[in-house]
């Protein structure tokens, strides 16, 4: 998905000659106050001699030399569109098919312009490429491109790994996590960009239209928000292929098989096509991350991972930075074949729906802080961990990242945590992952203690008043039924 960038991130400005257009050529830097994680990228706006009554304009996230897309002229702006009038929308921008087709349907339909904007949360190279040319012939007047992957893992994942947060027993929030990241740069985009509304390419039967939402709502309430699928008339994807097609927005799917995806870093969602139907096994050719199980590597693998205050921060005595460490993982557990689930959840718009989901480094990293718990936690923490961990991982599903509740919970999970800290030693064989090794400094396991040789600190006969006592309720109920 996307962001754009604006003035305040600009750290150089030069400008050259560029055929008949003045390019003006201006670097957005990591230093940007409002975009925290941004990478370095190049914005080229470049100013066309008017042409037909139209002016030619085009500002794209990078240096490469790019031909000029077409725009509404600002008279024709200042008219409105069908549906009414915008002066700029930042548009949430995948590349793909709805994102693609929302280009021109905003600038028709409301008489902006379009600024697209792409989160790299770590989807990869390749959903990266070609976004400039596709932006371009699709209409917009502006793309940026932000790396956001070391905040995405550091901000969102980690807080939600340490709070043990799992949606409906398997679930691991891949998507959910990312929806707040990405729409927080929106926010801060539409700001220096001086928008006045912000897009999504969310169909009104999904989660993310919510996720998206609420963060708008509680980072900046003022601004308008468009959605282009609960107004216009298309009413599915193969629509919306066909509009594509009229409208000459190249799309990268086909009407043949279509699978709804959604990848970062953390995992890689599947959904649609052939998955509709629960009755249907998924085909092995749909996964991208991981093997299967039975051609995974005969041997197994060991891995140890190190971990302070509930969250990993290295492999195999190697230190790492929260998102490299977790594309290793993916690279390690995906050879191994884990971390692959098939589930039907429960949207919180109320419809059930079918998902695979492939999330190898997140279901490795999960086991590890887990196993490292039951050595750093007592009991009775572990069970009010384990019972707002349902509610935590409820909030971040339903796109409360931003609630005070959240937040509030995020302490008392950062509190508990805070010995969580040693190594655990994972064995990967064939899609499992099984704890071969707890440490911890900090561990309330002893073995003197633990043993079944008597030892000084727990006396064996003690334990007859103990149960005397634990269990007095259930002997009078049992005194009361038998009239004694």
């Given at each position: 998905?996307?962001?754009?960038?604006?003035?305040?991130?600009?750290?150089?400005?030069?400008?050259?000659?560029?055929?008949?257009?003045?390019?003006?050529?201006?670097?957005?830097?990591?230093?940007?106050?409002?975009?925290?994680?941004?990478?370095?990228?190049?914005?080229?706006?470049?100013?066309?001699?008017?042409?037909?009554?139209?002016?030619?304009?085009?500002?794209?996230?990078?240096?490469?030399?790019?031909?000029?897309?077409?725009?509404?002229?600002?008279?024709?702006?200042?008219?409105?569109?069908?549906?009414?009038?915008?002066?700029?929308?930042?548009?949430?921008?995948?590349?793909?098919?709805?994102?693609?087709?929302?280009?021109?349907?905003?600038?028709?339909?409301?008489?902006?312009?379009?600024?697209?904007?792409?989160?790299?949360?770590?989807?990869?190279?390749?959903?990266?490429?070609?976004?400039?040319?596709?932006?371009?012939?699709?209409?917009?007047?502006?793309?940026?491109?932000?790396?956001?992957?070391?905040?995405?893992?550091?901000?969102?994942?980690?807080?939600?790994?340490?709070?043990?947060?799992?949606?409906?027993?398997?679930?691991?929030?891949?998507?959910?996590?990312?929806?707040?990241?990405?729409?927080?740069?929106?926010?801060?985009?539409?700001?220096?960009?001086?928008?006045?509304?912000?897009?999504?390419?969310?169909?009104?039967?999904?989660?993310?239209?919510?996720?998206?939402?609420?963060?708008?709502?509680?980072?900046?309430?003022?601004?308008?928000?468009?959605?282009?699928?609960?107004?216009?008339?298309?009413?599915?994807?193969?629509?919306?292929?066909?509009?594509?097609?009229?409208?000459?927005?190249?799309?990268?799917?086909?009407?043949?098989?279509?699978?709804?995806?959604?990848?970062?870093?953390?995992?890689?969602?599947?959904?649609?096509?052939?998955?509709?139907?629960?009755?249907?096994?998924?085909?092995?050719?749909?996964?991208?991350?991981?093997v299967s199980p039975e051609n995974a590597p005969s041997e197994p693998e060991y891995l140890e991972i190190g971990i302070i205050a509930g969250v990993p921060v290295s492999i195999n005595g190697r230190d790492l930075s929260p998102a490299s460490l977790l594309a290793e993982l993916n690279e390690i557990g995906g050879k191994h074949g884990i971390g692959?689930?098939?589930?039907?959840?429960?949207?919180?718009?109320?419809?059930?729906?079918?998902?695979?989901?492939?999330?190898?480094?997140?279901?490795?990293?999960?086991?590890?802080?887990?196993?490292?718990?039951?050595?750093?936690?007592?009991?009775?923490?572990?069970?009010?961990?384990?019972?707002?961990?349902?509610?935590?991982?409820?909030?971040?599903?339903?796109?409360?990242?931003?609630?005070?509740?959240?937040?509030?919970?995020?302490?008392?999970?950062?509190?508990?945590?805070?010995?969580?800290?040693?190594?655990?030693?994972?064995?990967?064989?064939?899609?499992?992952?099984?704890?071969?090794?707890?440490?911890?400094?900090?561990?309330?396991?002893?073995?003197?203690?633990?043993?079944?040789?008597?030892?000084?600190?727990?006396?064996?006969?003690?334990?007859?008043?103990?149960?005397?006592?634990?269990?007095?309720?259930?002997?009078?109920?049992?005194?009361?039924?038998?009239?004694?």
């Amino acid at each position: 998905m996307a962001s754009a960038g604006g003035p305040s991130g600009f750290a150089g400005i030069s400008v050259r000659p560029d055929s008949s257009a003045a390019c003006l050529i201006q670097k957005v830097g990591a230093r940007s106050s409002s975009l925290p994680g941004a990478a370095t990228v190049q914005v080229r706006r470049c100013q066309n001699k008017a042409r037909n009554g139209q002016a030619i304009r085009c500002a794209m996230a990078t240096g490469k030399k790019q031909g000029a897309a077409t725009t509404a002229s600002s008279g024709d702006q200042n008219k409105g569109g069908l549906r009414g009038k915008l002066n700029k929308v930042v548009l949430a921008y995948s590349g793909g098919l709805d994102t693609s087709v929302i280009v021109p349907w905003l600038r028709e339909n409301y008489g902006c312009e379009v600024v697209c904007f792409t989160a790299d949360v770590g989807q990869g190279a390749i959903e990266l490429e070609g976004l400039e040319k596709k932006a371009k012939a699709s209409g917009a007047c502006q793309l940026v491109v932000k790396d956001l992957k070391e905040e995405f893992v550091n901000e969102y994942i980690y807080p939600c790994l340490r709070a043990g947060a799992v949606y409906e027993r398997k679930y691991l929030l891949g998507t959910s996590m990312a929806r707040p990241v990405i729409a927080k740069a929106m926010v801060d985009v539409a700001k220096e960009v001086g928008a006045d509304a912000v897009a999504h390419g969310c169909t009104g039967k999904g989660n993310d239209q919510v996720r998206f939402e609420l963060t708008f709502f509680a980072l900046n309430p003022e601004l308008k928000v468009v959605a282009p699928w609960r107004e216009w008339d298309i009413t599915g994807r193969e629509d919306a292929i066909e509009y594509a097609k009229k409208h000459n927005v190249p799309v990268p799917v086909s009407k043949k098989s279509i699978y709804s995806r959604d990848r970062n870093l953390w995992h890689l969602s599947h959904e649609g096509d052939i998955l509709e139907d629960p009755a249907n096994e998924p085909k092995e050719d749909m996964y991208m991350m991981s093997v299967s199980p039975e051609n995974a590597p005969s041997e197994p693998e060991y891995l140890e991972i190190g971990i302070i205050a509930g969250v990993p921060v290295s492999i195999n005595g190697r230190d790492l930075s929260p998102a490299s460490l977790l594309a290793e993982l993916n690279e390690i557990g995906g050879k191994h074949g884990i971390g692959r689930i098939d589930m039907v959840e429960n949207r919180l718009v109320g419809m059930k729906s079918r998902g695979v989901y492939e999330t190898p480094g997140g279901t490795i990293m999960a086991a590890a802080v887990r196993e490292l718990e039951s050595l750093t936690l007592d009991r009775e923490t572990m069970q009010w961990k384990d019972i707002l961990a349902l509610k935590y991982a409820e909030l971040v599903y339903a796109g409360r990242w931003f609630d005070t509740l959240r937040q509030s919970m995020d302490a008392f999970m950062e509190t508990i945590t805070a010995t969580t800290t040693g190594s655990v030693t994972l064995k990967l064989y064939k899609g499992s992952v099984n704890v071969a090794s707890r440490k911890s400094p900090n561990s309330l396991y002893r073995e003197d203690i633990s043993s079944f040789e008597n030892g000084e600190i727990y006396n064996q006969a003690d334990a007859e008043g103990f149960i005397r006592l634990y269990g007095l309720p259930t002997r009078v109920r049992a005194m009361l039924e038998k009239g004694i």
